[in-house]
């Protein structure tokens, strides 16, 4: 059964950065509904062959059936150690798009979302054991202060978690609705759904460890990728984006790129352009698009 996605972001600039060699092996680590992989399968030749990763069993339900083709339901964290499984040592170009998938948004028994009722869940993978309901009801008070602060830049952290604290002694938060109607009393009208956005975004980060498995999927990028072979990325916050950014300029997360006694740095990937963004015509056909970043880099 195939389930809808909405529409890929910067779909065509992002494959046409990707694509440089037509019998080339590429991965699209973020499948969802399928839409980059489809792109990136047209432009390849018959000699050509596409990996796609996707840990939603969502997902996986809309496997393509080109011989060219393969999906593996895992976490791209995991990259370097299915391809090894494949007897894929190196490829020729990696496609990321880190946003939440439209369908996760809309699926309302997910719990991803500010505008329906859902139990708190939030997991991308369904089979993983930390959801949004225990990040909420069992994480301590500076636990939960640090990932609003941290993941979801939210202001008044401190108060919203009091609430949090204040109703879960009473008895377990277990939906969505049930969360929201915690934080709505403390924020202007003005700027209750913005909020709402940000705490919704902290907990997803949390509880799929969003951050830390982009870390360790770019380290993978470099020993996965052939000299020349391209890395693309679609960021949609500043927390994502900024990794991606300092990892093609630096190299590394924190600090400065390694140099040698000469002063020569050693960064595994140089920037192919600039930053791209969607233009106005994608956002109004799709407004998911609005915050997408893309960036492209080639190894060395």
Known sequence: MEIKYHNPVLLDRSVEDLVTNLDGIYVDVTFGGGGHSRKILKSLSPEGK???FDQDQDAVKNTLT????????????DLKRYLKFYGIKEVDGILADFGVSSHQ??????????RFEGRLDMRMDQDASLSAFEVVNTYSEQELISIMKLYGEVKGAHKIVSAILEQRDVADIETTTELIEIIKPLIPERFINKILAQVFQAIRIEVN??????????QQTVEVLKPSGRLVCISYHSLEDRLV??????????GEAEQDFFGNRFTPFKK?????I??????????????????????K
């Open 105 to 114: 948004f809309d699926a309302e028994q997910r719990g991803f979302s500010t």
């Open 50 to 52: 596409l990996f796609a």
């Open 209 to 218: 460890q969003e951050l830390e498995v982009i870390k360790l999927f770019l």
């Open 278 to 299: 969607p233009s106005d015509e994608e956002i109004k056909l799709n407004s998911r698009a609005r915050s997408a970043k893309l960036r492209t880099a080639e190894k």
């Open 272 to 276: 192919v352009g600039g930053l791209v």
């Open 66 to 77: 080109d011989p060219r083709f393969e999906l593996i339901q895992a976490n791209f964290k």
């Open 245 to 254: 950014k300092r990892f093609i300029r630096e190299g590394v997360f924190e």
